[in-house]
């Protein structure tokens, strides 16, 4: 089976910077997604990584490090809008997203 | 809105009886996935259709459960005799995947399944 760990839950104030750290061993890897999810929806696409380094998009940003098995989501000037809960989702080869169980995330006024 | 749909969104039943849910993909997309998602828990697969194939099932398919995707477009998810172990979110997603590469999946907003 995929081994996929995150914190469960972490608390920061508005406009500070976050860093959700994923840890993962699995079957091959064929990239790592971050999504976001609210309460009670769906899980949305923030990002991807299959290379080592950092991508950045916006106030959001993915590290992943393959030979480490480490990957963090980094959210910057954060929002009362970004309280939710981020899941770190690998592909590994059988293409079968395997999921952590998502650290929930509240921002403090 | 991602552009998947799923219905209902809440299907509220009892012990032993049948549902069916249905997921509308994006309409290029040629794959489809199933999940089911319980609280403070990450999506588990359940399992995925390549166009009209069912190519995978994770065990956590009894043989309960089926799924089925006629004509490439629309799935349905159907459990049999649902016991109170069954309530969960059922998430469908979908993507458009070209070749032996990670392409991202587009979830849909979900069913709220409770079995009372």
């Known amino acids: 089976g995929q081994n996929i760990d995150q914190p469960t839950e972490m608390t920061a104030t508005e406009g500070a910077i976050v860093q959700i750290n994923c840890t993962y061993q699995t079957s091959g890897f064929n990239g790592l997604f971050w999504y976001q999810q609210h309460a009670g929806e769906a899980p949305t696409f923030l990002s991807y990584?299959?290379?080592?380094g950092l991508e950045e998009k916006g106030r959001f940003s993915s590290f992943l490090s393959r030979s480490k098995g480490y990957s963090y989501l980094l959210l910057k000037e954060l929002q009362m809008k970004d309280s939710a809960s981020y899941l770190c989702a690998v592909l590994p080869n059988d293409y079968k997203l395997s999921f952590g169980a998502g650290t929930t995330v509240t921002v403090r006024a | 809105d991602t552009g998947v749909s799923q219905d209902p969104r809440h299907k509220i039943t009892k012990r032993g009886q049948n549902v069916t849910f249905r997921c509308d993909p994006i309409?290029?997309?040629?794959?489809l996935y199933w999940y089911r998602q319980t609280l403070g828990q990450g999506p588990e697969f359940l399992t995925y259709?390549?166009?009209?194939?069912?190519?995978?099932k994770s065990r956590l398919l009894s043989d309960r459960f089926s799924a089925e995707r006629p004509k490439g477009s629309f799935s349905t998810l159907e459990i049999q005799r649902t016991e109170q172990g069954d309530s969960a979110m059922y998430l469908c997603?979908?993507?458009?995947?070209?070749?032996?590469?990670?392409?991202?999946?587009?979830f849909g907003p979900g069913t709220r399944l409770t079995v009372l």
């Open positions: 990584n299959v290379l080592d």
């Open positions: 309409s290029e997309h040629n794959r």
């Open positions: 259709f390549q166009n009209e194939a069912q190519l995978e």
């Open positions: 997603a979908s993507s458009l995947v070209v070749s032996a590469s990670a392409n991202e999946q587009f």
